[in-house]
């Protein structure tokens, strides 16, 4: 009973291609996010989602759309890949608004782009 | 643009106590410090956080200094299962608008 669920674990394919990665939480949570982790191990935020409605865009390129059908999903969309787009990439939710509320984060999806 | 910085390395032995540091000298007052580790090809995973008191729980404790310019996570009895990288980040709050600001963390490795 996986809180944070990425799929898949392991991507790889040719540039100019388009992928999608898949995320799903079973906490309950109403805040989700995408975040990249590049080789030199930074974690950068990309995208955060609040009940389905994006809160946070961090000058992500437009070939990157998010996409949240409910609030336990939170997909993303990646068109014409690029070299530089392989990176890990960690789905994470929280319950979001006031408080304080930790981050669970998924296991993460390595995608390299050849 | 991290708030916050850390050694870059640090040791421990098997059942001493690690004490990682970190620096915030410009955190804000409504600005929560946090911790996570990232065990290798693993998710990071919440250990603890804290605004202006020290915190405990099952995996750590938090201590705070009085100016808030600087914290220290202390892992009470350091198994090799610890052995990751940790990181301390500043959190601040916009109403929904939640940002982490990441470091690269410590690396902590902990010895037979």
């Known amino acids: 009973d996986t809180a944070v669920s990425q799929t898949p674990k392991y991507l790889v394919t040719q540039m100019g291609n388009d992928k999608s990665i898949k995320c799903e939480q079973n906490?309950?949570?109403?805040?989700m996010y995408w975040y990249k982790q590049d080789s030199k191990k930074f974690l950068k935020i990309m995208f955060s989602y609040n009940n389905k409605e994006l809160i946070i865009n961090e000058t992500v390129p437009n070939r990157f759309s998010p996409k949240s059908p409910d609030k336990a999903h939170l997909n993303l969309h990646i068109n014409s890949l690029e070299l530089g787009d392989s990176a890990v990439y960690f789905c994470?939710?929280?319950?979001?608004?006031?408080?304080?509320?930790?981050?669970?984060f998924g296991n993460g999806t390595r995608l390299t782009v050849t | 643009d991290a708030k916050t910085t850390q050694p870059p390395s640090m040791d421990c032995a098997e059942g001493r106590a690690a004490n990682l540091p970190c620096n915030h000298s410009t955190i804000s007052g409504n600005e929560y410090v946090y911790w996570y580790r990232q065990i290798h090809s693993q998710g990071p995973q919440y250990i603890i956080h804290g605004l202006k008191n020290n915190e405990t729980n099952e995996m750590a404790s938090l201590i705070i200094t009085e100016d808030r310019k600087s914290s220290t996570l202390i892992l009470p009895h350091a198994t090799l299962r610890d052995t990751a990288v940790y990181y301390c980040?500043?959190?601040?709050?916009?109403?929904?608008?939640?940002?982490?600001?990441w470091g690269l963390g410590t690396s902590l490795a902990v010895n037979p």
């Open positions: 980040i500043a959190l601040f709050y916009a109403g929904n608008n939640r940002k982490l600001i």
């Open positions: 906490l309950g949570h109403d805040t």
């Open positions: 994470a939710s929280s319950q979001g608004g006031q408080g304080d509320s930790p981050l669970h």
